[in-house]
């Protein structure tokens, strides 16, 4: 809730305002929320308000947003987007709009007036980089002519690190400094860690399969004295088979 330019000074016997602004975007159903005033009353130096109220929507869309999670080995999915009316009369969609190259859409009637089902499919050729799209229903009510639904398409690596950069206190080393690095398939092939190593001499590289072919862990110790003094960083480099999976490079990020 945000509180808008209230009355700062209410003379004896006078009334003033303080106007409040409840954001129901996120809301949906009964809601109560509270707000304190402050005031110089020797009686009620603090006053408690108290908002209640139903947020109601004409339609309600679940999920709001259609997030489609992508990789090499999963190049294609599916999302349903469900679309209950709350309106008295019956809802018809007449037009779907749909702009987005890579996503497919199909409106299937649930309940004639009420309940639809907006199936969304990724199509070829599969995306290879993150999207943001919209696809909009037209509708037969005055009240929500148009109802936009927000797509979105995330490709993520099919191996990847955990974190993706190694951060460092301050060099040099005071004290033998180890930390860990998490390789994780997200994929359905079966992965191994077959090499890692790290660009400066001296640091210890140590590899412990946690779940086989789907997480393991390389462990480093930076020993006392470690110093950068060349650029670019050295970084840990981490070698997959089977081997269509690129090799893997962990930075490492110095602060200054």
């Given amino acids: 809730m945000t509180a808008k330019p209230w009355t700062q000074q209410v003379a004896p016997g006078q009334k003033g305002s303080v106007p409040i602004e409840f954001n129901t975007a996120h809301y949906l159903g009964r809601v109560a929320k509270s707000a304190t005033v402050i005031c110089n009353d020797p009686v009620r130096s603090n006053l408690s308000l108290q908002i209640t109220g139903d947020v109601w929507r004409p339609l309600q869309i679940t999920p709001e947003l259609a997030n489609f999670n992508l990789n090499v080995e999963t190049p294609s999915n599916s999302v349903t987007v ?26 299937q009637t649930n309940v004639p007036g009420k309940e639809y089902s907006l199936v969304l499919r990724t199509i070829p050729p599969f995306p290879t980089n993150n999207q943001s799209g919209e696809i909009q229903l037209k509708s037969s009510s005055p009240i929500i002519p148009t109802v936009p639904i927000k797509t979105r398409i995330n490709i993520y690596p099919t191996v990847l690190t955990i974190p993706y950069v190694i951060r460092m206190p301050s060099l040099p080393l005071a004290q033998e400094f180890p930390y860990n690095v998490w390789v994780r398939n997200l994929g359905t092939t079966k992965v191994q860690v077959t090499e890692a ?52 490079t962990v930075p490492l990020l110095l602060t200054r």
């Fill in 82 to 107: 469900r679309l209950a009316s709350q309106l008295d009369e019956p809802l018809y969609f007449t037009e779907l709009v749909n702009t987005n190259a890579n996503i497919a859409a199909e409106l």
């Fill in 197 to 248: 190593k790290f660009d400066s001499p001296g640091v210890a590289v140590n590899v412990k399969e946690q779940k086989p072919g789907t997480e393991s862990v390389v462990e480093l110790k930076f020993p006392t004295g470690f110093n950068v003094t060349n650029t670019p960083a050295p970084a840990l480099h981490i070698k997959t088979t089977p081997p269509r999976f690129p090799e893997l």
